[in-house]
């Protein structure tokens, strides 16, 4: 049966958002109470509740009904679905002309297909496969209920993939309109998808406040925003904008190959114009403590982020001196200090678990000027105390970011005494990001290996396994925050093998922090290399197995700072370990950067090979062991081994280089084994030689003196 429609929300009634507005107030104060006891609490300014006046500033939009799919419609349209799914067509052609005719059983009943629970995601994946004058059949379809779409729980996610696959078709058309504007047939009038964009976005004027602060229809504003201003669609810092964690990944088996996404657009110039409209009525009629309100709603704030970030880094940061301007409603005392009205409220957003995110974004595009006034008046002075709170510490983070050379010298010096404290609070962030900052702006990292060495001295030396939470108990709580999309490099087939995202992301930061660490030369990377070879074999074999801290694992491998000598010892410790850990899902990548980490140490490079050949029956049994086998070149090793030497001598850049077939036809023809140093000696001369004999005559006869002492020393 069909249930009640029912209002969610604050729009239940006033007396029940007195209630919510009292829990809030409780929960707050005991949140307050709960943390550290740090200094910053105390200036922590709640900001007051959204009243009532917001939400009847934007009305929400009356539901339209466009009819229900009967059950013989829904059940075609789910088959349908199931094949696109699967995507298993024979030919291209074939599956062109199952879309041709699914697109003619559902002319007219579009709006109906995109507002069923079933039948919506046959429409995301129509989408995906549409050519651009299907498209364009759709946007004629929702023409004039666009306003009644976006806000739709199912139809939303539709006009979301129908924004961002036309973006692309409107680029091509803007590149080379004659081509397609001939394309089309002589009886259709020819619509470019610009005008089509254009014609969408005046019909969502006069909504854009509801817009932004709809579960839904905020969504499709933001990805209708970046379209308008040409930035890439497929980048991690946009999506992390667009979509929300939660929404279900709805695709086509193989489309992501056959329809990559367009990293750089062009865009007409109508776009811009329909852009700078739309920023300009999203403010329009707020006042400053209004628009600050925003900043703190779930909905409304991750538009705003994008609103900010548009105009001041598509219209340039000059914008930011305009008195219209998003950021300087927000901010409009200059300078900004910690008693004004614009310091109260940073000093309200930047505990704000929500608001927070805005602070970032101000931060981070903020006109010079205004940065450099923030951080003079209000970040300089409390950044050690900022950097301990669980919420602000990802400002603080922004800050560093920016802060010019002089300014993170002092920010490096205010931050030192505080490392032993942010790694007990697991504030491995603040110092990864001090770390990578001071790399670049070319600042001493001794003081900071000084004291994580401190913080995590065991009884004789550091203590690798605290630091990376292995083999201990550790805490596995996970802050208040959503875990940053930090991204590990692995091996080149990891892409093909994941592995499940890890539960504890305090040892994932932990990790993290270690091989940032690994990046820069000096005390930084040496102290995590002579921990890691000082472990004991089982212990390091069970630290490849690990999820997580095999990545440290492998970055120890691979890392340039890391001394031949340091690579050989450890290396070295893997032997007769080298079978069992190929067949290991995580361990099989360390098998793999092992070829990498004997670059200049081809004769340990044989001797592995020789251990996977040995295991061979085991590793062609596993996909992990056919990975690492493919990786290594063993089939090359097996049945010609000279070519797999010959390259193995060029990869490792090792000319010396011997390998065991080498040395033993050396004992059979001289009785008695020559050891490497003799080879290489004798190798020298033959090339000087060689040399000597394409000289001129008189420069040969000097040169034949020079050959005696050489080849005395050879002989000898």
Request: net charge neutral; with cysteine; aromatic share 6%.
């Amino acid at each position: 049966m069909p249930q009640e429609n029912k209002k969610r929300g604050r729009r239940m009634g006033k007396r029940k958002y007195d209630d919510e507005v009292d829990v809030a107030a409780d929960e707050s104060s005991k949140r307050r109470k709960s943390t550290d006891g740090e200094q910053q609490e105390a200036d922590f300014l709640p900001l007051p509740p959204l009243d009532e006046s917001l939400d009847q500033a934007y009305p929400p939009v009356e539901k339209a009904f466009f009819g229900m799919l009967d059950e013989e419609e829904q059940e075609y349209f789910k088959r349908a679905d199931e094949m696109l799914e699967l995507n298993s067509f024979g030919t291209p052609e074939e599956r062109d002309l199952f879309l041709s005719n699914v697109y003619k059983e559902a002319q007219g009943k579009e709006l109906k297909i995109v507002h069923s629970q079933s039948c919506s995601r046959l429409m995301e994946r129509l989408i995906q496969l549409s050519t651009s004058a299907q498209l364009k059949q759709l946007f004629q379809a929702f023409n004039g209920n666009f306003i009644h779409l976006v806000s739709h729980r199912f139809a939303s996610h539709c006009c979301e993939a129908l924004f961002l696959r036309a973006a692309p078709v409107a680029t091509d058309e803007l590149l080379s309109p004659s081509t397609n504007q001939n394309g089309s047939s002589p009886d259709e009038i020819y619509v470019s998808m610009e005008n089509l964009f254009l014609h969408t976005l005046s019909e969502l004027e006069g909504s854009v406040g509801f817009l932004m602060t709809d579960a839904y229809a905020s969504h499709v504003l933001r990805v209708l925003l970046v379209v308008l201003a040409g930035e890439p669609l497929d980048q991690d810092s946009t999506k992390s904008l667009l979509q929300s964690r939660k929404k279900e990944g709805v695709s086509v088996q193989g489309i992501g190959r056959e329809q990559p996404q367009v990293k750089s657009r062009s865009v007409p110039k109508s776009f811009s114009q329909g852009l700078e409209k739309l920023i300009a009525q999203s403010v329009a009629g707020l006042d400053t403590d209004k628009l600050r309100a925003l900043a703190t709603h779930p909905n409304a704030n991750p538009t705003l982020q994008l609103l900010l970030k548009l105009e001041l880094t598509h219209f340039g940061k000059q914008r930011g001196k305009d008195e219209a301007s998003i950021v300087r409603k927000l901010l409009p005392d200059d300078p900004i200090t910690a008693d004004n009205a614009s310091g109260i409220f940073i000093n309200s957003m930047i505990y704000d678990a929500v608001g927070s995110h805005l602070v970032e974004q101000i931060v981070r595009h903020a006109p010079a000027k205004m940065f450099k006034s923030l951080n003079k008046e209000y970040f300089k002075e409390k950044l050690a105390s900022l950097a301990r709170n669980e919420i602000a510490s990802y400002v603080v983070c922004r800050v560093l970011e920016r802060a010019g050379k002089d300014d993170l010298f002092e920010a490096h010096e205010a931050l030192i005494p505080t490392i032993p404290s942010l790694l007990e609070r697991n504030r491995t962030l603040v110092i990864r990001t001090l770390i990578e900052r001071c790399v670049i702006r070319d600042v001493d990292t001794q003081a900071i290996a000084v004291q994580i060495d401190s913080a995590f001295r065991g009884p004789s030396d550091f203590d690798i396994k605290k630091l990376l939470k292995f083999g201990n108990a550790h805490n596995t709580n996970s802050d208040s925050r959503e875990m940053p999309h930090d991204s590990v490099q692995g091996s080149a087939e990891e892409s093909a093998d994941p592995i499940s995202r890890p539960s504890d992301p305090n040892k994932v930061h932990f990790n993290l922090l270690a091989q940032a660490m690994l990046l820069v030369p000096g005390s930084l990377s040496g102290l995590i290399l002579d921990s890691i070879v000082a472990l004991d074999v089982p212990l390091l074999v069970q630290m490849a197995k690990d999820p997580i801290a095999t990545r440290t694992l492998q970055a120890s491998l691979t890392t340039k700072n890391a001394s031949i000598i340091a690579r050989r010892k450890l290396v070295q410790r893997f032997y007769s370990h080298i079978g069992n850990m190929s067949v290991d899902p995580s361990a099989s990548h360390v098998v793999d950067c092992i070829w990498e980490g004997t670059h200049g140490l081809a004769f340990i490079r044989e001797r592995i090979a020789e251990e996977l050949a040995e295991n061979e029956a085991s590793l062609r049994e596993s996909s992990h062991g056919r990975a690492v086998w493919k990786n290594w070149k063993m089939d090359i090793y097996k049945r010609k081994r000279s070519e797999w030497i010959r390259q193995s001598k060029i990869k490792a850049s090792n000319d010396g280089f011997q390998s065991f077939a080498e040395l033993e036809l050396n004992k059979q023809e001289n009785g008695a084994g020559k050891t490497p140093l003799q080879l290489a000696r004798e190798k020298h001369v033959a090339k000087k030689a060689a040399k000597e004999g394409g000289r001129p005559a008189n420069m040969r006869a000097s040169g034949a003196n020079a050959e005696q002492p050489a080849a005395a020393t050879a002989s000898s």
